[in-house]
DNA sequence: GTCTATATACAGATAGAC
DNA sequence: GTCTATCTGTATATAGAC
């Protein structure tokens, strides 16, 4: 897509389809959000938006990489906990951002489950996230092995696996019922975790 | 919806849209499957295919009752073996059922993460059908505790809602992923479920 | 019951004035 | 940059012949 020289107002009014366009598809997604919609609702008319980006698809495009930026996996403050902690925080973390970011987790959870449009651009994203997750947490746990503290049985990358996939189905759980008893499971995750990885 | 009186021709023309349909919501989803073609991959018109059933969204609840004929929880043959082996036959019956289902899986997922039309009517059915698989377990595990080959400090509720978002973990991560380590995270799981519990 | 032909609505996208 | 007006395609649904 080529960019056009835009003037202070141009950026402004750019910047209001897009923030609308980012919302409306993370909260009805692409399939039930018109062009008229985005348009009404930034006030603009619809040969403005299709003027800013050139295509439905387009929009799709840079909505999504606004969608994205909150989507990152800070590391930093891990250094000085023990590995149970690191591993609780992490843990914690996950499902804080999930509960923060309802709308945007489904809307990228219903691409990537379904057929929709472009569902590639994203996968690579979100799985690269999600591998580095799992990365991280099996780092963590083979620390925890290599100093005492974890169990000598403990395996690294499957106990990392265990525990992504059981905080994603957590998460799926609460996405999709109304009685929300996320909060009880992830204690009991925890414990399970640690019981399983403790010595 | 009002059921016209049928001949043979008509029965057998209805079942072959309603098949069609089905397979088509499930492969591509209710906004991706246009009548028409329904109307084609079933080799009628799509005036016919409004005939049998009186609006797409008739035909949708009408094909979604098919897709969902082969969701239950057979239990019978659990009888005879030990807790154990009762938890890990309904934990592999669960595995084999998605591996064997993807698509309308896969479909039914869409449904109720996104904000698809009547999602109402499908989340009350799998919804029922996870609070019996959830509590078909509970019952095996404290009758495993009660016997004894649980531990006491088991708790039958949480546990249960932990071995199923577990496996709905490992089940998504199946369907968002290309690289399948599924089988490996399943025996896994197992392993970490009947260490927590078995005495 | 099944068809062809058509009505109606609305989507994404373009043309051209300002 | 921003608009109004319009084009074009395709969707669901209906009318009416057979």
């Given at each position: 897509m080529v960019e056009q020289p835009h003037g202070d107002q141009g950026l402004q009014t750019r910047d209001r389809i897009l923030a609308t366009a980012a919302r409306l598809f993370s909260e009805n997604g692409y399939e039930h959000t018109p062009l008229s919609q985005v348009a009404r609702e930034a006030q603009v008319s619809k040969a403005l938006v299709l003027w800013h980006f050139d295509s439905k698809e387009a929009l799709f495009r840079a909505a999504l990489g606004r969608t994205l930026e909150p989507y990152?996996?800070?590391v930093e403050d891990l250094e000085g906990l023990d590995e149970r902690a690191q591993i609780e925080l992490l843990m914690d973390?996950?499902?804080e951002f999930v509960r923060g970011n309802v709308y945007s987790v489904r809307f990228l959870f219903g691409l990537l489950i379904r057929a929709e449009p472009k569902r590639d651009d994203v996968i690579g994203k979100v799985s690269d996230l999600y591998d580095l997750f799992r990365s991280v947490l099996a780092d963590i746990i083979e620390r925890g092995r290599a100093?005492?503290?974890?169990r000598a049985d403990a395996n690294?990358?499957?106990d990392a696996s265990l525990i992504l996939v059981s905080l994603?189905?957590?998460l799926i759980e609460q996405l999709m019922r109304d009685r929300d008893q996320s909060a009880e499971l992830m204690d009991h995750l925890k414990q399970t975790v640690f019981r399983r990885l403790i010595v």
């Open positions: 990152h996996l800070d973390r996950f499902y100093r005492g503290l974890f690294p990358r499957l994603g189905g957590i």
